[in-house]
T-cell receptor, first 114, second 114 residues
C-alpha cells in the first residue's frame, strides 16, 4: 500500500528566498512520484514527475525535485520564490500494484511575501 | 483547446435531492477519475475508469455512483446527497491509466449540501 506525507500544511517564504516543500512516501514497490500545483480557483496541473530515470527531476517554472530512495523522500525546491508561486502544492504517488490509483498528500499552501 | 469540462461549477442543494455532476474531455483519453478535495485531507479518489464500461472504486466511493457509457463522458451521481458530501470535486483524465499517467484536471465543482 502506498501513502504520502507532506510536512507542513502552510509555508511562508519571502520573495527571492528558497522554496522547500517536503514529501515523504511509503511504498512497497518502486513508485512513480508527482508534484502538482493548484492556483486559486483552478484545477491541478503537473509540475514534474519521477519515473525511475534521473533522480533529479526538473519541472516547469523553475521547480525541481530529487528522489532519495534511502530517505523515501521527494522534496520540491525552487531557488528563488516569485509572487506567482503562491499556490497549493500536492505530492502524489502511484504504484504498479495500484493500477489506476494515484494517492495524494494533504497539500502545502505556499504564501510568498514581498 | 484540450480540456476537461465539469458542470456545474457551483451547486447548493438539499439533503436527499439527487444530483449529477457532469465531466467531459475532448482529448480521447481512456482513463478518467473523480476526486474530492477537503481541507487538510488533500485529494481522495472516489471512482476511476480505465475505459468505456470499465469502472472501479477509489478510496472513498460510498454515496457515489459513476458510469462510463462513452469515452468522453464520466458523470458523477449522488443519489441521495448528505452534508458530509459537501466538498470540492475534481474530474481528471489521462491518455492511459497506469503508474506514469499524468492527469489533466477540470476546474472543479464546489458542492454544498444543506
Amino acid at each position: 500500500a502506498q501513502s504520502v506525507t507532506q510536512l507542513g500544511s502552510h509555508v511562508s517564504v519571502s520573495e527571492g528566498a528558497l522554496v522547500l516543500l517536503r514529501c515523504n512516501y511509503s511504498s512497497s514497490v518502486p513508485p512513480y512520484l508527482f508534484w502538482y500545483v493548484q492556483y486559486p480557483n483552478q484545477g491541478l496541473q503537473l509540475l514534474l514527475k519521477y519515473t525511475s530515470a534521473a533522480t533529479l527531476v526538473k519541472g516547469i517554472n523553475g521547480f525541481e525535485a530529487e528522489f532519495k530512495k534511502s530517505e523515501t523522500s521527494f522534496h520540491l525546491t525552487k531557488p528563488s520564490a516569485h509572487m506567482s508561486d503562491a499556490a497549493e502544492y500536492f505530492c502524489a504517488v502511484s504504484e504498479s500494484d495500484s493500477w489506476g490509483k494515484l494517492q495524494f498528500g494533504a497539500g502545502t499552501q505556499v504564501v510568498v511575501t514581498p | 483547446e484540450a480540456q476537461v469540462t465539469q458542470n456545474p461549477r457551483y451547486l447548493i442543494t438539499v439533503t436527499g435531492k439527487k444530483l449529477t455532476v457532469t465531466c467531459s474531455q475532448n482529448m480521447n483519453h481512456e482513463y478518467m477519475s473523480w476526486y474530492r478535495q477537503d481541507p487538510g485531507l488533500g485529494l481522495r479518489q472516489i471512482y476511476y475508469s480505465m475505459n468505456v464500461e470499465v469502472t472501479d472504486k477509489g478510496d472513498v466511493p460510498e454515496g457515489y455512483k459513476v458510469s462510463r457509457k462513452e469515452k468522453r463522458n464520466f458523470p458523477l451521481i449522488l443519489e441521495s446527497p448528505s452534508p458530509n458530501q459537501t466538498s470540492l470535486y475534481f474530474c481528471a483524465s489521462s491518455l492511459l491509466g497506469g503508474m506514469a499517467n499524468v492527469l489533466t484536471f477540470g476546474a472543479g465543482s464546489r458542492l454544498t449540501v444543506l
